[in-house]
């Protein structure tokens, strides 16, 4: 009973925040189930108040309690386990015959501070009975109860137990793949970086990023500037600001108000390294010789300019190789990857910047970026979900069968 009045109080206050205007871009996929989307992530945002770690738990519980329900794949089973201390959930295909099948090793999203396994499950069973593939979803440490490098640990000791010991679950360990969206992205390029290091394991076969986010050196980038122009500072599914918090609940452990407040306007890091030829050979998004991002491109703002305190506080995150993609210089002998990017989406140069470090590095590269697609979308698929997210799940299917 109370289980039921909790649900109905949600579906409430959902239903009056559709009241609440919505941007709805022109060209934005189903602008209607977007728009009921937006409410819903309206309701969370209205419901999580309180200090940080108060808000975030208060988050992952209505992402849990409001997680759309799926019938159970009847080919399909599900365990819990451990990997080298890591807690993992296991996808296997009933019908096996006996063979060695592929893995892939998925990296929930969610900000580094919220989703888990559990929440992940439409996407883990589909990729589990479409693949016929071992899957194993990662429940790495959250922030800000751990904080970094805690996420960037336990996902590259579960994938490297599980290159080691595959052979366990009946995984073939020389077809492995390795997927994650958003933040989890992220930690799969990190975490393919430092397995292409290691000695003695099999090769990752295929990357999967789907909107992955791998820079924080430019917040004004053509993409940021083209989302802030639509949707303004804080509406959307994932604005740039809902970017910094996260960051900033994964390095600090708290919603650090002066860091975001620079990092929006660039002037996070210092003047001084602007000038380095580090920050003007990799890391400066917007001037990069190399990228052709989204429409509306202008020139980077501050970008001679800084706060020598602020950049002093997150320098030794943001110049960290474990925390920093683009920091890596040579992307030879990583794994064929997949990038897909949104054309709504504030991070989408992230993607198309990491896709084409790979191209020069002669990395095979499928880079996809779907016109009317969002932040986050590719979980809202299924019959009643967004015929993008079922799109984008026949793309990375596609992708991974070619390569694994």
């Given at each position: 009973?109370?289980?039921?009045?909790?649900?109905?109080?949600?579906?409430?206050?959902?239903?009056?925040?559709?009241?609440?205007?919505?941007?709805?871009?022109?060209?934005?996929?189903?602008?209607?189930?977007?728009?009921?989307?937006?409410?819903?992530?309206?309701?969370?945002?209205?419901?999580?108040?309180?200090?940080?770690?108060?808000?975030?738990?208060?988050?992952?519980?209505?992402?849990?309690?409001?997680?759309?329900?799926?019938?159970?794949?009847?080919?399909?089973?599900?365990?819990?386990?451990?990997?080298?201390?890591?807690?993992?959930?296991?996808?296997?295909?009933?019908?096996?015959?006996?063979?060695?099948?592929?893995?892939?090793?998925?990296?929930?999203?969610?900000?580094?501070?919220?989703?888990?396994?559990?929440?992940?499950?439409?996407?883990?069973?589909?990729?589990?009975?479409?693949?016929?593939?071992?899957?194993?979803?990662?429940?790495?440490?959250?922030?800000?109860?751990?904080?970094?490098?805690?996420?960037?640990?336990?996902?590259?000791?579960?994938?490297?137990?599980?290159?080691?010991?595959?052979?366990?679950?009946?995984?073939?360990?020389?077809?492995?793949?390795?997927?994650?969206?958003?933040?989890?992205?992220?930690?799969?390029?990190?975490?393919?970086?430092?397995?292409?290091?290691?000695?003695?394991?099999?090769?990752?076969?295929?990357?999967?990023?789907?909107?992955?986010?791998?820079?924080?050196?430019?917040?004004?980038?053509?993409?940021?500037?083209?989302?802030?122009?639509?949707f303004g500072e804080r509406e959307g599914n994932v604005p740039?600001?809902?970017?910094?918090?996260?960051?900033?609940?994964?390095?600090?452990?708290?919603?650090?108000?002066?860091?975001?407040?620079?990092?929006?306007?660039?002037?996070?890091?210092?003047?001084?390294?602007?000038?380095?030829?580090?920050?003007?050979?990799?890391?400066?998004?917007?001037?990069?010789?190399?990228?052709?991002?989204?429409?509306?491109?202008?020139?980077?703002?501050?970008?001679?300019?800084?706060?020598?305190?602020?950049?002093?506080?997150?320098?030794?995150?943001?110049?960290?190789?474990?925390?920093?993609?683009?920091?890596?210089?040579?992307?030879?002998?990583?794994?064929?990857?997949?990038?897909?990017t949104c054309e709504f989406d504030t991070v989408r140069k992230?993607?198309?910047?990491?896709?084409?470090?790979?191209?020069?590095?002669?990395?095979?590269?499928?880079?996809?970026?779907?016109?009317?697609?969002?932040?986050?979308?590719?979980?809202?698929?299924?019959?009643?979900?967004?015929?993008?997210?079922?799109?984008?799940?026949?793309?990375?299917?596609?992708?991974?069968?070619?390569?694994?």
């Amino acid at each position: 009973m109370i289980q039921w009045l909790t649900i109905m109080g949600h579906r409430v206050g959902v239903a009056l925040c559709l009241l609440y205007p919505t941007i709805v871009p022109k060209g934005i996929a189903e602008p209607w189930k977007y728009r009921k989307l937006m409410a819903t992530e309206r309701y969370i945002r209205f419901k999580a108040k309180g200090r940080t770690l108060e808000r975030v738990k208060i988050i992952r519980r209505l992402r849990t309690e409001l997680a759309p329900s799926f019938p159970p794949c009847s080919s399909v089973s599900v365990k819990v386990a451990a990997f080298e201390g890591v807690e993992v959930r296991i996808h296997q295909p009933i019908d096996t015959c006996g063979d060695l099948l592929p893995g892939f090793i998925y990296i929930h999203g969610g900000g580094l501070f919220a989703e888990s396994s559990e929440t992940y499950e439409p996407i883990t069973r589909k990729l589990c009975s479409r693949l016929n593939a071992v899957v194993v979803s990662i429940d790495y440490r959250l922030a800000p109860e751990n904080l970094f490098p805690a996420a960037y640990d336990d996902n590259l000791k579960a994938a490297r137990w599980f290159l080691r010991n595959g052979g366990s679950y009946g995984v073939d360990v020389n077809r492995i793949a390795m997927g994650g969206d958003s933040g989890g992205g992220y930690l799969v390029t990190l975490v393919t970086q430092a397995l292409r290091k290691k000695m003695g394991l099999p090769n990752i076969k295929a990357q999967i990023l789907i909107y992955p986010i791998v820079q924080f050196f430019d917040f004004c980038s053509p993409s940021n500037k083209n989302y802030h122009r639509i949707f303004g500072e804080r509406e959307g599914n994932v604005p740039t600001i809902a970017v910094l918090i996260a960051m900033s609940i994964y390095m600090m452990g708290r919603i650090d108000s002066v860091f975001i407040k620079a990092a929006l306007k660039n002037m996070h890091t210092s003047a001084e390294f602007k000038k380095s030829a580090l920050y003007r050979k990799q890391l400066n998004v917007t001037r990069h010789e190399h990228y052709r991002g989204p429409r509306h491109s202008d020139a980077c703002e501050n970008e001679n300019d800084g706060d020598d305190r602020v950049w002093d506080r997150v320098k030794s995150f943001l110049l960290d190789p474990r925390f920093s993609p683009l920091l890596e210089e040579d992307f030879r002998g990583l794994p064929p990857a997949l990038v897909q990017t949104c054309e709504f989406d504030t991070v989408r140069k992230d993607g198309v910047i990491y896709a084409q470090r790979l191209q020069q590095a002669a990395v095979k590269v499928k880079l996809l970026n779907y016109e009317d697609g969002f932040h986050d979308i590719l979980r809202h698929q299924g019959p009643r979900g967004f015929l993008t997210a079922n799109r984008m799940m026949d793309d990375i299917v596609d992708f991974t069968k070619a390569n694994v």
